[in-house]
């Protein structure tokens, strides 16, 4: 099946700094999914974004699906930001979503 | 917005006792999913349907039934629950076929203890 590389494992950012996660994926996808897992487990959609490149806020993502990842961009980050970045593939209709492992992300005051 | 509710947040339950998870959407989305998620393993599928009264196993059905009588429910069953479904349990709903897109919105997951 398709793989799901996260890196790096984890991150530990001062409040205000920038950051970028990466996701490279194994095989050709039609649908990519960035989320944030906040403290009490809800999965957070940032961004459906299986090309191009998307922006909401102080966050924006990029995929470049002929090289088979994506970058999810922080920018100015808070505090809230911190907790566990997941993304997430699937081929062709009706497929489960292939998560990788997550990125932890720590922002500090 | 999508909207995704499961019946509770958390559960305690006792070794052999069955255990219903519900699931409501509220998209009139055809696709539902039932994940469970466990440190050092990830995100994994226990079951999907399609359609009402459809349902295809995942990566990890063996324990678990499912149930979809109508199209916004989606439930999952543990027949006997047992220690090792200790876990947190995330359902998610989305469109078939790509339209308007693949996009699969989750619930707020129910944290199971099996005691």
């Known amino acids: 099946g398709i793989q799901v590389e996260q890196s790096p494992p984890d991150l530990i950012l001062q409040e205000g700094a920038n950051s970028t996660l990466r996701c490279n994926f194994s095989?050709?996808?039609?649908?990519l999914q960035w989320f944030h897992q906040n403290p009490w487990g809800q999965l957070i959609n940032l961004f459906y974004?299986?090309?191009g490149t998307k922006q909401n806020g102080r966050l924006s993502a990029t995929t470049v699906a002929t090289e088979r990842y994506s970058l999810l961009y922080i920018s100015s980050s808070q505090t809230t930001d911190s907790g566990v970045y997941f993304c997430a593939v699937s081929m062709g209709a009706n497929s489960k979503l292939t998560f990788g492992k997550g990125i932890t992300l720590s922002v500090r005051p | 917005d999508v909207k995704v509710t499961q019946s509770s947040r958390y559960l305690v339950k006792r070794t052999g006792e069955k255990v219903f998870l519900e699931c409501v959407q509220d998209m009139d989305h055809e696709n539902m999913f039932w994940y469970r998620q466990d440190p050092g393993l990830g995100l994994r599928l226990i079951y999907f349907s399609y359609d009402v009264k459809m349902k295809e196993k995942g990566d990890i059905p063996e324990g678990y039934s499912v149930s979809r009588e109508k199209k916004e429910r989606f439930s999952l069953i543990l027949e006997s629950a047992s220690t090792n479904q200790t876990s947190m349990y995330l359902c998610?709903?989305?469109?078939?076929?790509?339209?308007?897109?693949?996009?699969?919105?989750f619930g707020p997951g129910t944290r199971l203890t099996v005691t």
């Open positions: 095989d050709s996808v039609n649908n």
């Open positions: 998610a709903s989305s469109s078939p076929g790509g339209f308007p897109s693949y996009e699969q919105y």
């Open positions: 974004i299986p090309s």
